[in-house]
């Protein structure tokens, strides 16, 4: 499976930003999408996800502020950010889970600054 990520960049407090991501190759139809982030010193935490029934889950420091989606015929999941905070500057990192097996793309820098 590989992910293609796009969709960060920097943004002002406050801003909004959406984020997309692809899989490829050998899809199954159970899995779960989502996305992690890895702040600089910091290790990397889930941000939210979502399973191809549609369930989510999200980090309690973005719920309300962030919401996940996906399209399930483009194997594409999206995370919108609103209300973006400095502390939310991290590389964001697509996941896809299926089969007890994760793949990770490659990651996409998302700056919150004035």
């Known amino acids: 499976v590989q992910l293609q990520a796009s969709g960060g960049g920097r943004v002002q407090p406050g801003g909004s930003l959406r984020l997309s991501c692809a899989a490829s190759?050998?899809?199954?139809?159970?899995?779960?999408m989502g996305w992690y982030r890895q702040a600089p010193g910091k290790q990397r935490e889930l941000v939210a996800v979502i399973t191809n029934f549609g369930t989510t889950n999200y980090a309690d420091s973005v719920k309300g502020r962030f919401t996940i989606s996906r399209d399930n015929a483009k194997n594409t999941v999206y995370l919108q950010m609103n209300s973006l905070k400095p502390e939310d500057t991290a590389v964001y990192y697509c996941n896809y889970y299926s089969g007890d097996k994760d793949y990770w793309g490659q990651g996409t820098l998302v700056t919150v600054s004035s």
């Open positions: 190759g050998r899809i199954f139809s159970i899995n779960t």
